[in-house]
């Protein structure tokens, strides 16, 4: 089969590589669409540490299932899925306490790093197991199905949030998962939602996706202006989408005392905390990992058309495209939001 492949840093290789292993509770699923995630991005170049070639990457997927292992029950050729980013461990301690995104052994999708080399869905073919994986309704496009995972991430942002009817939210950063969680805020009823970010055009879309108010920190002085929309208390929540000490402290002086902000974004290993503004005003500063089980409430919203993805898919590029789509997001990244491509 053919994939795109991390051969060496920042160097990919669309050629042929062996059909995947199928295991007894594995699917064989026929790649129809998969997006460039931002972790792939900043991970081509070795930054991350978590894309170590030789590599397949890619973990937002949608395809067609065309083989079953012998112990598979519930699926069979035909079947039209998306699934998790995380291949984790059912036998887990985490996994039995509802928290299969922090399962000791878990393996990511598309990822290499010192404990392991998984390789992911920029390829014709991929082999995953059954219990990651869901059904594609059938409005929903396989280039819709392949947004699922962002959807997914911020939602379960949402999931471990204090949060009220009629709150005010802040969202810090307004790319994929900032656009995401300004709609599932608006659905999750807020009263403000309050967007953030260096870039006109992303607030332009922010504020068209349900954002009520958008802030450029080039011009605003965003605590103060945050404080002047909430009657000088600052917002109830914010959630932090980008991942460096600018923007977690910008979220941080943000919100009011006794207020929560939740940590999505990890692009810097470590950042500097003002930690005695988070004491003495009781701030909860939580972080939150990946996905876990919010897969079937992403397709379902997607479905209904509550969260809108095909607003942010800049571009649908063939897989053998993929290294000169990667370089445009690597070095143009900032005119772009999601790129998908297309292996079959």
């Not at 789509?325 to 079959?344: A, E, S």
Request: charged letters at 20%.
């Amino acid at each position: 089969m053919k994939a795109l492949v991390l051969k060496e840093y920042t160097q990919f290789a669309y050629e042929d590589v062996p059909m995947p292993q199928l295991g007894p509770q594995d699917v064989l699923v026929q790649v129809k669409a998969c997006g460039i995630c931002g972790s792939d991005v900043h991970g081509m170049d070795g930054s991350t540490g978590r894309r170590i070639p030789p590599l397949i990457m890619g973990h937002e997927a949608s395809g067609v299932i065309t083989k079953v292992g012998e112990e598979v029950t519930g699926w069979m050729e035909g079947d039209r899925v998306t699934f998790d980013s995380t291949v984790y461990p059912l036998d887990d301690w985490y996994t039995r306490q509802g928290l299969y995104n922090l399962s000791d052994n878990r393996q990511v999708l598309g990822v290499s790093c010192e404990d392991y080399r998984r390789h992911g869905a920029f390829a014709e073919y991929v082999s995953v197991p059954q219990h990651i994986l869901y059904r594609v309704p059938d409005s929903v496009s396989f280039k819709q199905a392949a947004m699922v995972e962002p959807v997914a991430v911020s939602l379960h942002a949402l999931s471990l949030t204090p949060l009220r009817l009629r709150d005010t939210a802040l969202v810090v950063g307004s790319g994929m998962i900032g656009l995401f969680m300004v709609q599932v805020l608006r659905a999750a009823g807020c009263s403000q939602i309050i967007a953030i970010d260096l870039e006109d055009r992303k607030l332009e879309l922010a504020q068209r996706l349900g954002a009520t108010t958008v802030l450029n920190p080039q011009r605003d002085d965003i605590p103060v202006s945050v404080r002047g929309l909430t009657a000088g208390r600052g917002a109830d929540v914010a959630f932090e989408a980008v991942g460096i000490t600018a923007a977690i402290q910008t979220a941080i002086e943000s919100v009011r005392k006794g207020g929560t902000v939740t940590l999505i974004g990890n692009i810097s290993r470590s950042i500097e905390l003002p930690l005695q503004m988070v004491v003495t005003r009781q701030i909860r500063l939580q972080g939150t990992c990946s996905i876990c089980g919010e897969y079937p409430a992403a397709l379902n919203m997607i479905e209904k058309g509550i969260i809108n993805v095909d607003n942010l898919i800049s571009a649908t590029a063939p897989l053998a495209d993929g290294a000169e789509w990667f370089h445009r997001l690597y070095t143009q990244g900032n005119d772009l939001m999601k790129v998908i491509l297309n292996p079959t």
